[in-house]
């Protein structure tokens, strides 16, 4: 069952369309990765998920609920972890948290609760009575998503949650979201600079131009978009030379490795046999869902 239902979504600044009448669904409890570089469309299209943007043609669902007919009731259904904090420096984790909590009409031992739950899920309780501008990136980052959880949202969108942080501490926010969607069910909506977090998504679309591109599970993806690449170093280069063109296999000589493309990665077995004699090093290096997004979109995402 989908969560979200998105249908002909359009939206057009003065002659520029941003959106061009896309479509797309997020099925409920999964993990989706939105992925487009600079000026595809992306944060319009999240932007009228999240109610804060009126579309000019389409219609887009959550849970059921239309947006532009039902915002109050989606709003409350919703949490959205930004790219930059919304949380007031000088109040603690916890004041902040009740402070949002408000906003959503939560009192007494009702809000008592969801901030409990908040504060649990996303790991920050035993920092929770520090002001949130003495505390590291990592916990800045796992306070901000409490923040988002405190009305027990069905949908959680994580626009570029981890991004300028260090490896360590991205891979603790990263337990963090999958620890909660595991005990919770929540469905995650995700935009990332990097594509080893998409592609542990359970599915991916890809937007360009207002358009989108390319759809499927990260596996899916990388066999259609990408290949495997086996690298050998020889001990003799001539040698290595012969056997390949012999075998009319293309390959891409550098700094003395030879690189070939592989459609399958078992192309590899006959190849590595017709030359083991002469093999220094050899290795084979699987497709990348960078690979995947260059080769759809022309461009890096990191733009």
Partial sequence: MNIVEVSSLKKTYGTVEAVKGID?????????AFLGP?????STTIDMMCTLLKPDGGKIF?????IGKNDAKIRNLIGLVFQDSVLDNLLTVRENIITRGGFYGLKGMKLKKAVVWAMEAAGVSDFSNRPYGKLSGGQRRRADIARALVNTPKLLFLDEPTTGLDPQTRKSVWDTIFNMQKDSGMTVFL???????????DYVTIIDDGMISAAGTPLVLKQKYSHDCLKIKPKDEGILKDILDEQNIKYLLRNGIFEIKLQQTNEAIPIIHHCESNILNVEIINGTMDDVFLNITGKEIRE
């Fill in 38 to 42: 600079n000026g595809a469309g992306k």
């Fill in 191 to 201: 935009t990332t600079h990097y594509m080893e977090e998409a592609a542990n998504a």
């Fill in 24 to 32: 797309f669904s997020v099925e409920k409890g999964t993990l989706y």
């Fill in 62 to 66: 959550v849970d059921g609920l239309e």
